[in-house]
């Protein structure tokens, strides 16, 4: 059965830091790995989809890395502003279903 | 529209009554899902429509819940007898790829209390 962990559950940075966000999943055969945002109060926008061939993908100061072999991707962030500030959520595309993360709180203190 | 839209935003009702949640998703999207948050807790999916496939409704959590989409397009969620349990935002998504495979575009959610 997949299991998608994202750590940390939240995370506090000052304005300006580069930074990591980290989801790992137990079942390597995914389909494809999507990132998410999710602002309080609001649905969440699509940021990032690696498929399973793909090794990362990049939108403007993000970065989305993919390693099926040991279970994991990484969400960079470049230059982070108070407005990146949101839960960051992961899903994992297996067994035709999306195995979500519990999320990670970002706060970026201006 | 150019996105997800759902309706109603916001819906506050007694125990026992019943609600329906509706979402509109992106023209020409096959695939739609409701998935449901309660506070503080990830996603819990609900249901999956694809085409004309019958629907996926294996996360539904009881026979209270069920939820329909006409033509395709509108898809209406419908929870009988609320419960306090069932507060929570439902989550309406659409996808222009059938299953895992394709880019999911969320609407902002409704968010039900029961009170």
């Known amino acids: 059965k997949q299991e998608v962990t994202q750590i940390p559950a939240a995370l506090s940075v000052p304005e300006g830091e580069n930074l990591v966000l980290n989801c790992s999943f137990t079942?390597?055969?995914?389909?494809?790995l999507q990132w998410f945002r999710q602002d309080p109060g609001k649905g969440l926008t699509s940021l990032l989809l690696?498929?399973?061939s793909q090794r990362e993908q990049t939108s403007g100061r993000l970065n989305a890395s993919l390693d099926k072999s040991s279970g994991r991707s990484t969400l960079y962030i470049a230059a982070s502003q108070p407005g990146d500030s949101a839960t960051y959520l992961c899903?994992?595309?297996?067994?035709?279903?999306?195995?979500w993360g519990a999320g990670t709180k970002l706060i970026i203190k201006p | 529209g150019a996105g997800v839209s759902q309706s109603p935003s916001n819906k506050v009702t007694e125990k026992g009554k019943d609600v329906e949640l509706r979402c509109d998703p992106i023209?020409?999207?096959?695939?739609l899902y409701w998935y449901r948050q309660s506070l503080g807790q990830g996603l819990e999916f609900l249901i999956y429509?694809?085409?004309?496939?019958?629907?996926?409704k294996s996360g539904l959590p009881s026979d209270r819940f069920s939820a329909e989409r006409t033509g395709g397009s509108v898809s209406t969620l419908t929870i009988q007898r609320t419960q306090q349990e069932d507060s929570a935002v439902y989550l309406c998504?659409?996808?222009?790829?059938?299953?895992?495979?394709?880019?999911?575009?969320f609407g902002e959610g409704s968010r039900l209390t029961v009170l």
């Open positions: 079942d390597s055969a995914i389909y494809n």
């Open positions: 690696i498929q399973s």
């Open positions: 899903a994992v595309g297996s067994n035709y279903q999306l195995i």
């Open positions: 023209s020409g999207h096959t695939a």
């Open positions: 429509f694809q085409g004309n496939s019958a629907p996926d």
């Open positions: 998504a659409s996808s222009p790829s059938p299953g895992p495979s394709g880019e999911l575009f």
